[in-house]
């Protein structure tokens, strides 16, 4: 009985987790890779992205009074992003956010970065569909929520003013 139950258990979370697609990494019609699904920093530090990545993440240099507000409140908000591995924004604006929410120790746990695709038949979408009703027409895409609620987006990139005070959250 025992052994019957622990063998139901594995074959469950085996088909859970073969139903589901995991990221992916993907060649175009033009032998670039590319990207799929839920990724980790990890992910765009491997392969062709590490090259984009790396430099765009170690040039930036942060704003240390800024990383010192957000320091003492982003951690109350939950992040989603959608980028493409594809697009000249999000190689540059992607890497310059993992920079500044590293520097604001931002728990991981509380961040979702979702790929999506570039071809004609899934333009702007994921393999698991996480984009359906966010409204993703721009990548890189940065949703801020607070108790599971959309506070704040960026959308491709920020516009801070040095005639107004800094205001990531209204």
Same mark, same amino acid.
């Given at each position: %009985?025992?052994?019957? @139950?622990? +063998?139901?258990?594995?074959? +469950?979370?085996?088909?859970?987790?073969?139903? =589901?697609?995991? &990221?992916?990494?993907?060649?175009?019609?033009?032998? /670039?890779? %590319?990207?799929?699904?839920?990724?980790?920093? !990890?992910?765009? !530090?491997?392969?062709?992205?590490?090259?984009?990545?790396?430099?765009?993440? &170690?040039?930036?240099?942060?704003?240390?009074?800024?990383?010192?507000?957000?320091?003492?409140?982003?951690?109350?908000?939950?992040?989603?992003?959608?980028?493409?591995?594809?697009?000249?924004?999000? $190689?540059?604006? @992607?890497? $310059?956010?993992?920079? @500044?929410?590293?520097?604001?120790?931002?728990?991981?746990? =509380?961040? =979702?970065?979702?790929?999506?695709?570039?071809?004609?038949?899934?333009?702007? =979408?994921?393999?698991?569909?996480?984009?359906?009703?966010?409204?993703? /027409?721009?990548? *890189?895409?940065?949703?801020?929520?607070?108790?599971?609620?959309?506070?704040?987006?960026? @959308?491709?990139?920020?516009? +801070?003013?040095?005639?107004? *005070?800094?205001?990531?959250? !209204?």
């Amino acid at each position: %009985m025992k052994r019957t @139950v622990i +063998l139901s258990a594995f074959l +469950l979370s085996l088909c859970l987790g073969f139903s =589901q697609s995991a &990221n992916k990494l993907v060649i175009d019609k033009k032998g /670039h890779e %590319m990207l799929l699904g839920s990724i980790s920093k !990890t992910d765009l !530090t491997t392969n062709s992205f590490k090259t984009w990545f790396s430099k765009n993440h &170690n040039t930036y240099l942060t704003n240390k009074s800024i990383i010192k507000q957000l320091k003492d409140s982003l951690n109350q908000y939950s992040i989603k992003v959608f980028l493409g591995t594809w697009c000249g924004d999000s $190689r540059r604006e @992607v890497p $310059r956010f993992y920079k @500044v929410i590293e520097a604001a120790k931002f728990p991981e746990s =509380q961040l =979702q970065v979702i790929a999506v695709n570039r071809t004609s038949e899934a333009y702007k =979408q994921s393999p698991n569909g996480e984009e359906k009703g966010l409204n993703i /027409h721009r990548v *890189p895409t940065f949703i801020f929520y607070k108790n599971g609620k959309e506070i704040n987006r960026i @959308v491709e990139y920020s516009k +801070l003013y040095s005639s107004k *005070p800094f205001k990531l959250f !209204t």
